[in-house]
Structure formats: structure tokens, C-alpha cells
């Protein structure tokens, strides 16, 4: 048996959404506040049967538009419905455990392999609490004061219904426990087809007791310490004076050395003790990677104190560093003196198998009373630890404690991360994410993906994808937006274009990913299942087509001859180019503006817009450089490639068409790229001032698409620069623009924004107007 998935209705950010379980091991994952922490809350919330822990801040913000659509005065209502909050929990079970589940089966000829239990959080009765409510609030009214009357507003408890619920919320509601059907599991809405039939609280087994005869819930909560000088309970007030008055009087019999030598044999006898019970666990250690090859052993060490005998007795954990001799004793250190890693490692692991201990430990004759299920819930396990501790943890985690004994009892570990090492460790199948909706305010919910969904029906890039993830650590599933890009220079100025450009961007959490013109295509899937709003920033990459037309090809451009290093450059640029240009190939790199070229970008082709002639990318619509999310999956996407742009050169001004990001670079800040000062971003000419814009364009593009041309130095040459004078090329701040919308809070609406696109391959901008 295992819990196979829930689902919640109405509860914080869930307005009605499931979530599936693996049998073994379910990690969720999701950027911050998208209601990993409000499941688990969930869970403990429903399975505990407390009623007195639920606030009204638990319905959805949905539900308190319901709670306020009933005014203080009116007639009676024929039909009240107030919002209930619930949780479904689908169980599967095999025919060995139906004796377990007997109250859960929904009719006597039933047949199948998933019974579900819907546990409540309803009003016991809405119209006798609307009645009640309406009393409270004319009783009220007339104690409402106004500015008209009083100079300021006021207006008494209760002044709505949940304003009358935030009080008297554990009155007025109660807990319900109804068996489904699994025809339910499968249904649009939590309510499915049928009537749920109710567990009466006087059946033999309240809903209660049955649901926590079968799941066990632990938490290992985030915030842990593996020793505490604090006490955690308080003692009698009669044995703290004591112990006061022990310790005062104990200063004035320090060398009582009959008391001090009972003291250390107790001690001696204690630690062996100690030896025997932690020998097992400090063995199941192992299995997580500690102590490992250099790192000190565990040892449980009595310590008892005069002036702590009368107070709270407690023993310390010691790192042995060498063994006890017959000659010396063993060099041991206090537990604050090992690192903060290894501490919340040792306290899982011994907080774990305790857990799992108290889980399948039985007293005699009460074996039936034990749960079939045991569901650990580990917050954030990645505190402290380096990414390959990280990784062992997960890895070793179910050798630790296995899922499945072999007396039909199972474990299923779920652990919430912001880790993409633990993330990626396990691949794609025991992944949920949580993805918060655009809408703010009133209107926000999460949704939950089940990433073991997408690994079924995706074979072609699944593994592709999950070797891509796991070895870049991408933190793809914690980010607010995706931006994909060509290669290692457009990820290193995209930050810096960022912070030059689209400044709103900074307070976003965006996931920049390399992924080559050629590979980006394969992330779509990925991405439209998740719904990220995602940017790809490509280059257009023009190649001349199969079958090129010989009077289209150009000139190789005069040489010069200069002195320095830019000169050299200039004819080796030359030299080789001209050679090539004798013998054009099809497929080869061309200029943008080349007639008939076409784009060797997969992205292009495959994905966004779906086009290969060069001219038809650069003239096409703003909508065609866009998609949107559909009724049932998808995300907002938008393609940014090169542009054409108008520029100026001296008495020279020219529509140029650029391939690459280099070359859109330089040309729309070629005053600035022809400043001495910047020649380490390699694209400065030493007598530019002489040459024509034509002819300026076209050294440009040849040394960029020249063998000699190092494009990491020109990122790292942008980079090192301290003059932010350089603008954000065209595409790349439409792009940028596009995105702020997706990601920050603004008056800006996304209508408005993909509007503005409409206009992009005319977008124009002259070397003066960047220098200015």
C-alpha cells in the first residue's frame, strides 16, 4: 500500500488542484511561495482531525468573495452554501490489504485498486451560522459610529460574514470524512460525479481513526540543531530551587573526590552504554557517505556535572579523531567543533531511522494497531551541505530506510528543495512543480505538475534533457522565467545587458540557459508543460541556400596597410575571407541581406517562428514571434533575433542586417566600438574614420564570421569595459521589454507590451542616437 496522490480544494494558494505521490521517493520543487510549504501543511493539518488548528487565512482568497456575497440584513435564504475546505487522499492498495480498507469501499461489488477517503473542513450547519452571523451584526450596528456623527469610522465585530468566521470559525465548522469512488480520481473537479458517502462519527471507526490506522506522518522541518544546551520542557519549580540551591553549595565541595570518583565510573559505564544502543544507528550512517574517508567517527559521551545533578542531565556527542590506546586515551572533540554540513547530516539521518524506528517498533500483541503506511515529509535536507552531500543524501536516502519491507509496510519519503543538485540526482520522475499563476492579488493559485508525466510521454528528449539538467545544475524549475540562448557569450552580457536594459528584471528570478541555436527547439515541450514564460535570444544565422546565385555574391572589400595588432588583424581577416568568397558553398555563413539566404537556426525552423528564408524572418509580424499559452498547456514564448536597424556613419547613414549578436552589437554602437579605449572587444578598425559605412559593415561582418575572431574575448572585453555608454542591441531589448511583463508588477499589461512588438523589424537606431 501507498498513498498514491491527493487533492485539495479551497485551501491557501489550491483553489483545486492534485498532487500525484511515487511510491518510494516525490520531491517538490518550485520557485519561492508557489505552496510547497502549504501541502505539506496541508497533510498535517487534515490527518491530525484538529479543527481548532484551521484559521479563515486557509480558504482561498476565492472563497472570501463567497463568504461576503451574504449581507447582514435579509430574508432567510432557501439554500445556503458556505465554502468548505477539503483534501481527497487516494490510496493504492493490492488485494493482500483490502481487510485494511474496508470502511473506505465505496460499494460491496467494488473492483479496482485505488480506494480515496475526502476529509471535510465544512460548516455543520450554514444556514443556522448565516442566522447567527445576521444577529451578531444587528446587535452590532447599533454601535456603528460614522464621520458624519463621530468624526471617524467604525463599525464593530462582525462587519461580513468573515469578518463573523475569523472568530468563531471552530464553532461554527466541523470535520467530515466521506468515502470516494475512483471514477472520482479522474474527474475535472473534486466534487466528480457521485455523492460521496459519508463516515458517520458513531459507525464503529470514526473517518478519523481510519484514515490514521493506515497513513503514519512525520515532518523533519528545515530549522534543525543537533545539540541544545536548552532544556525543552520545564521542570517543577521545587527541583529548579533545589538544583539553584545544590549548585551554590557544590562551589564550596569542589575536591569532594568521593563524589567526582562516582561520578567518572558512572560516566565510564554510561558511555559504553551509549556505544551499545547507537551502534546500529551510527552503522546505517555509512549508507549516507559518512564518515566517509577522512572525516572523524560519532561517539555518545556521558557527561554528568556536580552543579548539573539536580538540573537536566544530558549526554554529548563526541568526534573521535584516533582510537583509544592502552597508553592514551582517545582524542576526541565536542560536537560544536565538526562542521555545520556533517551536523545536519548526522541529526537526519538519526532523526530518520528514530522516526522509522517509532514507525515499526510494535509493543506485543498490538501489531495490528501498526500503519500500513509511514509518509516522511523532509523540509530543505540541502542546509549546509555541499552540492555532492546534497546528492549522496538523495541518492542514499532510500538505502537508509527502504521503501518497501518485506513485511508489506512501505516508507515514501517526500522532500521539498530549493536544490538543484538534489533535484536532478533522481531525473525527472519523482518531480513536482509548483507553478504559481501570473495573476496577483486576490486571484493567485499554484498549479502542480507531475514531471513523471512528461518523462512517459516525451521519449525523444526526455533523456537528453535530464543529462542537460543535471550536469549544468539549471535551476530551471525555481526561476520566474526562462531565457534561452545561443552559446557562452550571450550568457555572459545577458546579465549585464539586463542591468543596462530592463532594470525590472533584477528583482525577477530568471534561469539564463545555454542551449545553442541547434538544441533549444528540444527544451519546447519542457517548457510548455511547465508554463514558464520564457525568452529565446538567437542569432538568425544566414547561410547561403542549396543552389546560390553567383551575381549575389560581393566583393572582398579593399585591404589596407597599417601598423599594429588591429591592422594584422584586418588583412589576415581579408586574406582568408577572399579565398573563401572565390568558392561560395551553399550552407556557408553570408551576410544577412544576401538574396535568397536562409537560416541554419533549428530554433527558427522548428520552433518560432516556423520560417528558412532570411527575408521572411526579418518581415515577419510581431505575432509570429510569439506564443501563447492555450486552454490546456503551454507557456508565453517570444523568439528575439537580429533586426534589421538604420544607421549612421558620418555623412553615411545605411539599413544594415546583422546575422549575429556581434555584429548587431557593432552596429548599433559603432562610435563606441571605435573608441581606442575598447579595442579588447575586438571590433575597432585604426583608421575607421576613413572608411564608409558599406565598407565598415562589411569588414565587420567578415571578421566576425572569421576563424580568427574570439568571441569570448569580445564578452569579456564588454565586461571588463567601465564605459556603459554601449546600448542593448534592438532585438535583444524588445526581448527584454517582452519578458518584464511576464515577471514584474507594473501598469504595463501583456497585451500592451506584445503590441509594441508589432512594429519590430523596423525599429531603427543610428550610431549618434547610441552615443547620445
Not at 103 to 122: D, H, N, T
Not at 290 to 296: F, H, I
Not at 692 to 711: D, N, P, Q, T, W
Request: net charge negative; with cysteine; charged share 25%.
Amino acid at each position: 500500500m501507498h498513498v498514491h496522490s491527493i487533492r485539495l480544494k479551497n485551501f491557501r494558494r489550491f483553489a483545486d488542484t492534485r498532487i500525484d505521490f511515487a511510491h518510494d521517493l516525490t520531491i517538490f520543487v518550485g520557485a519561492n511561495n508557489s505552496g510547497k510549504t502549504s501541502a505539506t501543511h496541508a497533510i498535517e493539518l487534515f490527518l491530525s482531525g484538529g479543527k481548532e488548528k484551521f484559521t479563515v487565512y486557509d480558504f482561498c482568497a476565492d472563497c472570501w468573495t463567497d463568504f461576503e456575497k451574504y449581507p447582514v440584513e435579509g430574508a432567510a435564504d432557501a439554500k445556503v452554501e458556505l465554502p468548505a475546505i477539503s483534501l481527497d487522499v487516494w490510496i493504492s492498495v493490492d488485494a493482500d490489504n483490502l481487510y485494511r480498507v474496508v470502511e473506505l469501499l465505496p460499494r460491496a461489488a467494488w473492483e479496482g485498486s485505488l480506494v480515496g477517503l475526502r476529509i471535510e473542513f465544512a460548516a455543520k450547519d450554514a444556514a443556522q451560522t448565516l442566522a447567527k452571523f445576521r444577529a451578531k451584526a444587528t446587535e452590532a450596528a447599533k454601535f456603528a459610529k460614522t464621520k458624519e456623527n463621530d468624526g471617524q469610522d467604525y463599525r464593530p465585530w462582525p462587519r461580513n460574514m468573515r469578518d463573523y468566521l475569523s472568530r468563531e470559525l471552530k464553532n461554527e465548522y466541523g470535520m467530515r470524512y466521506l468515502v470516494l469512488d475512483e471514477a472520482q480520481l479522474n474527474a475535472k473537479s473534486a466534487d466528480g460525479a457521485d455523492t460521496p458517502k459519508e463516515i458517520i462519527g458513531d459507525a464503529e471507526r470514526s473517518g478519523h481513526a481510519v484514515i490514521n490506522s493506515l497513513i503514519k506522518v512525520d515532518f523533519l522541518s528545515a530549522q534543525r540543531h543537533l545539540s541544545d544546551g536548552n532544556a525543552q520542557a520545564r521542570t517543577e519549580d521545587l527541583s529548579k530551587r533545589l538544583s539553584r540551591f545544590y549548585t551554590r553549595n557544590q562551589k564550596k565541595r569542589e575536591d569532594d573526590h568521593n563524589a567526582l570518583r562516582a561520578l567518572a565510573l558512572s560516566e565510564d559505564q554510561l558511555t559504553n552504554h551509549f556505544a551499545d544502543v547507537f551502534s546500529d544507528t551510527f552503522k546505517a550512517l555509512r549508507k549516507l557517505g559518512y564518515p566517509g574517508l577522512a572525516n572523524p567517527t560519532l561517539e555518545v559521551r556521558a557527561a554528568l556535572k556536580l552543579e548539573r545533578l539536580m538540573g537536566d542531565q544530558q549526554a554529548k556527542v563526541y568526534y573521535l579523531l584516533e582510537e583509544a590506546t592502552a597508553e592514551a586515551e582517545a582524542l576526541a572533540l565536542p560536537d560544536s567543533y565538526n562542521g555545520l554540513g556533517f551536523k545536519n547530516l548526522i541529526y537526519m539521518g538519526v532523526e530518520l531511522l528514530d522516526l522509522h524506528l517509532a514507525w515499526s517498533t510494535t509493543e506485543e500483541d498490538e501489531e495490528d494497531k501498526r500503519q500500513p503506511i509511514h509518509l516522511i515529509f523532509i523540509e530543505e535536507p540541502e542546509a549546509h551541505m555541499h552540492a555532492q552531500l546534497q546528492q549522496a543524501f538523495v541518492r542514499k536516502l532510500t538505502d537508509l530506510i527502504p521503501p518497501t519491507g518485506g513485511d508489506g509496510f512501505e516508507t515514501q519519503f517526500v522532500i521539498t528543495t530549493h536544490s538543484a543538485h538534489i533535484l536532478y540526482e533522481r531525473g525527472f520522475q519523482p518531480i513536482r512543480y509548483f507553478r504559481r499563476s501570473p495573476e496577483t492579488g486576490a486571484k493567485q493559485s499554484s498549479a502542480v505538475f507531475n514531471l513523471s508525466v512528461f518523462y512517459d510521454q516525451n521519449e525523444p528528449d526526455r533523456d537528453f534533457l535530464q543529462r542537460y539538467l543535471k550536469l549544468t545544475h539549471c535551476d530551471l524549475f525555481f526561476a520566474d522565467a526562462a531565457i534561452l540562448v545561443e552559446g557562452n557569450v550571450e550568457r555572459l552580457v545577458l546579465p549585464l545587458m539586463i542591468t543596462q536594459g530592463a532594470k525590472k528584471l533584477g528583482a525577477a528570478y530568471l534561469s539564463i540557459l545555454e542551449v545553442g541555436g541547434a538544441f533549444a527547439y528540444r527544451f519546447r515541450k519542457l517548457i510548455e508543460f511547465l508554463g514558464l514564460p520564457t525568452l529565446i535570444v538567437t542569432d538568425l544565422d544566414s547561410v547561403y541556400p542549396p543552389s546560390p546565385k553567383k551575381e549575389g555574391e560581393e566583393g572582398a572589400g579593399e585591404g589596407s596597410s597599417s601598423e599594429g595588432t588591429e591592422d594584422a588583424e584586418e588583412e589576415e581577416d581579408e586574406g582568408k575571407d577572399a579565398a573563401v568568397e572565390k568558392k561560395l558553398k551553399p550552407r556557408s555563413k553570408c551576410p544577412a541581406g544576401t538574396p535568397g539566404a536562409i537560416t541554419a537556426n533549428q530554433t527558427l525552423l522548428q520552433w518560432i517562428p516556423g520560417k528558412s528564408l532570411v527575408d521572411e524572418l526579418l518581415a515577419a509580424p510581431a505575432g509570429d514571434r510569439l506564443r501563447v499559452p492555450t486552454a490546456d498547456c503551454g507557456a508565453h514564448v517570444m523568439v528575439a533575433y537580429q533586426c534589421p536597424v538604420t544607421v549612421t556613419w558620418g555623412t553615411d547613414t545605411l539599413e544594415l542586417k546583422s546575422r549575429t549578436l556581434e555584429e548587431a552589437f557593432a552596429y548599433e554602437n559603432l562610435l563606441w566600438c571605435q573608441k581606442k579605449e575598447h579595442h579588447e572587444v575586438g571590433l575597432r578598425w585604426a583608421k575607421s574614420s576613413t572608411i564608409s559605412l558599406e565598407h565598415l559593415a562589411a569588414k565587420i561582418h567578415k571578421r566576425v564570421k572569421g576563424e580568427s575572431f574570439k568571441k569570448t574575448n569580445f564578452a569579456l572585453g564588454l565586461l571588463a569595459s567601465n564605459d556603459a555608454s554601449w546600448v542593448v542591441p534592438t532585438y535583444i531589448q524588445q526581448g527584454l521589454d517582452w519578458l518584464s511583463t511576464h515577471v514584474s508588477i507594473g501598469d504595463e499589461t501583456i497585451e500592451e507590451a506584445d503590441a509594441k512588438l508589432e512594429p519590430a523589424p523596423g525599429a531603427a537606431r543610428s550610431a549618434g542616437e547610441a552615443a547620445e
